[in-house]
């Protein structure tokens, strides 16, 4: 895509045993401009999944070809806070 919108579903799931909350505002200025993220949920229980809609804006990538990129989930897991994907 050069000129427009590609959206992907990730699912995202808890396999521990307390609640993850997301910080939403802190995870999206964590985004370059291209990519932009909706949730369902903010806060995955135990044993549960949350779904994000991540879509990625061709015309602000400026880029032709390949490309990849990273951003975080910032939550208020102990153990890994900064959950890094790349997309």
Known sequence: YHDGNATQTLKLYNQGN?????????SRATLP???SLKFDKSAINPQDS??????FD???QNDWGYTTA???????DVNQPDKRFQV
């Not at 949350?50 to 879509?55: E, G, P």
């Not at 990273?70 to 208020?76: K, N």
């Open 33 to 35: 401009p291209h990519l």
């Open 50 to 55: 949350a779904i994000v809609q991540l879509t």
């Open 18 to 26: 307390k609640v993850i909350n997301i910080d939403l505002p802190k």
């Open 70 to 76: 990273q951003f975080g989930l910032i939550t208020d």
């Open 58 to 60: 061709a015309t602000k």
